[in-house]
């Protein structure tokens, strides 16, 4: 069995900053890639940021310049920096692993509030 926990979501006002942490534990064989996807009210799930085993990254436009990703291979987590946020960015954030052999696994998902 695969478990992905997230932590770090909260309230913070526009401008501030958060750190979200997820790690992956359980059934692992290997993980090709680890992210994070975001759902606001009434929207669509979106890619945020995806980080590879290699350290490939990609991030969705929106982010670009003000969230970064990272990853600890050996320790099975990933982290967002979210920096410069906004009332836009305010969402359910949900982390994601790619498992060899075992497919994508999902976390609970954190809330993120941005107040403007």
């Known amino acids: 069995q695969v478990q992905l926990v997230e932590s770090g979501g909260g309230l913070v006002q526009a401008g501030g900053s958060l750190r979200l942490s997820c790690v992956c534990s359980?059934?692992?064989?290997?993980?090709?890639?680890m992210g994070w996807y975001r759902q606001a009210p009434g929207k669509q799930r979106e890619l945020v940021a995806r980080?590879?085993?290699?350290?490939?990254?990609n991030y969705a436009d929106s982010v670009k310049g003000r969230f970064t990703i990272s990853r600890d291979n050996a320790k099975n987590t990933v982290a967002l920096e979210m920096n410069s946020l906004k009332a836009e960015d305010t969402a359910v954030y949900y982390c994601?692993?790619?498992?060899?052999?075992?497919?994508?696994?999902w976390g609970q998902g954190t809330q993120v509030t941005v107040s403007s």
């Open positions: 980080i590879t085993s290699g350290g490939s990254t």
């Open positions: 359980g059934s692992i064989f290997s993980i090709e890639a």
């Open positions: 994601y692993a790619d498992l060899v052999l075992f497919g994508t696994h």
